[in-house]
Structures are given as C-alpha cells and as structure tokens.
C-alpha cells in the first residue's frame, strides 16, 4: 500500500505568488517524521523542511512551511513569493517509527510533484 | 555545513565491466545510504550502514556490493551490471541513525 502520496504530478505557479504541494501519509505507528525534499534537474536531492509526529508547532524554514494536519494525515509543503529557482520536483517522504539512532531508517518516498515557476 | 559528496558524477560502463562509485562526507554523520533512482520516478533505498556496519539491505542482487572502509566514506561496487540498472545513484549521511538524511549530488549511471 503506498505509504505516501502526492496527487498533483505537475503544477504551476506564477513567480512571487504562493504555492501548497499536497502530502497525504498513511501509518499506524504514533511516532514518525516528514521531510520535504526538492530535486532540481540536476539530480541533488535537497532537504527542505521537517516536521516529527509529536512536534507541537507547523515547522517553518525560510520560505517553506509545513502544514501538517495530524488528524487528516496531511502535511501539505508551502511554499511563499515563489522564485524562478523553484522549479524542481518536489518529493514527500516519511519515516515511520522513532528512528533507531544505531541503525538508520529507510525512506518512504511520495512520487513527486513538478513545480514549474513561470514568470 | 551538510556537504555529501559522489564521484564520479556521470559513469557509462559495460555488462562486463567492474566500476565503483564513491560517497564521501565530513560531517561526522554515523549513518551513510545508497538509494537508487529511475527516470521520474522516487529514489529506492539499497543499503544503510550505521557505524561502519551494514543494517539495511534491501535485498538488492549481488552485483551490487556495498562497502564503508571508515566512516567518512562508503563505497558502491559495480559487477555484471544489467541496462536495466541505468539510473541515478544517490548517497546520503545523517548525523545519527534517526536523523535527517542529507543527499549527495548523485552518479548518473549508464550500462550499455
């Protein structure tokens, strides 16, 4: 069962405008995190933001916001005055449980969504 | 400072041929991750090693050979690779074995 999912495989924005990618996620477990990678056509996947199940607050870094809806199972990615440097593939991921800090975690990645940023 | 670096960054290799791809990092990260990925589609995680020993392997064929000779750097050995293995390898590190991964820039790999 697809543990994540992102359902608009492309979107556009117009430059300085806002945009919100959507995430829903499914898991059993209480604790977990999500993270937000960007991967630009260059093929570096780039850490955005991360939001951990028992976090209180909506994370926030710079521009991007997290919108995390824990009854819903949402944590929507916002991004503000979108630039044209935005343009990328923009991933959902979790990691379920609380992470064993001696072994390391796999990713459970969303397919993507494509932000094109116009002028 | 979360500088993950790969050589080399592009790789076209022969069905016969043996080739590794290199990832390094500075950081002191304990946890370092290979993940392959495919045109448009999600990276897939193939191996985690925590502490310079293996933990995760996603059951990924034995042409694949994984290696982490220090902590600083983790080796992916190539053998009898297939054309269906072309893809973009990526590797990660994070700090502790549950903490945010950090990504490499990725080699592109092509198997004629």
């Known amino acids: 069962a697809q543990k994540i999912t992102q359902t608009q495989p492309g979107m556009f924005v117009q430059e300085k405008e806002a945009v919100t990618l959507d995430c829903t996620y499914d898991?059993?477990?209480?604790?977990?995190?999500l993270f937000w990678y960007k991967q630009p056509s260059s093929g570096e996947m780039i850490f955005l933001i991360y939001q951990g199940s028992y976090d209180q607050q909506n994370a926030t870094e710079g521009r991007y916001s997290l919108n995390f809806q824990k009854a819903r199972k949402s944590a929507n990615l916002v991004i503000s005055a979108s630039q044209l440097g935005d343009s990328a593939m923009y991933f959902c991921?979790?990691?379920?449980?609380?992470?064993?800090?001696?072994?390391?975690?796999?990713?459970?990645f969303g397919k993507g969504t494509s932000l094109l940023v116009t002028p | 400072d979360t500088e993950v670096t790969q050589t080399p960054k592009h790789l076209v290799m022969g069905m016969t041929n043996k080739k590794s791809l290199k990832c390094e990092q500075h950081?002191?990260?304990?946890?370092m991750y290979w993940y392959k990925q495919k045109a448009k589609k999600p990276p897939e995680l193939m191996f985690v090693?925590?502490?310079?020993?293996?933990?995760i392997n996603e059951s990924v064929p034995s042409r694949f050979s994984p290696e982490c000779p220090n902590s600083s750097l983790l080796n992916l050995h190539l053998h009898a690779l297939q054309p269906e293995d072309s893809a973009l390898y990526l590797c990660?590190?994070?700090?502790?074995?549950?903490?945010?991964?950090?990504f490499g820039p990725g080699t592109r790999l092509t198997v004629l």
């Open positions: 090693y925590s502490y310079e020993k293996l933990s």
């Open positions: 990660a590190s994070s700090p502790q074995g549950a903490d945010t991964q950090y």
């Open positions: 898991t059993s477990d209480p604790s977990y995190g």
């Open positions: 991921a979790m990691r379920e449980g609380p992470g064993d800090s001696n072994s390391g975690y796999a990713l459970n």
């Open positions: 950081m002191g990260h304990r946890a």
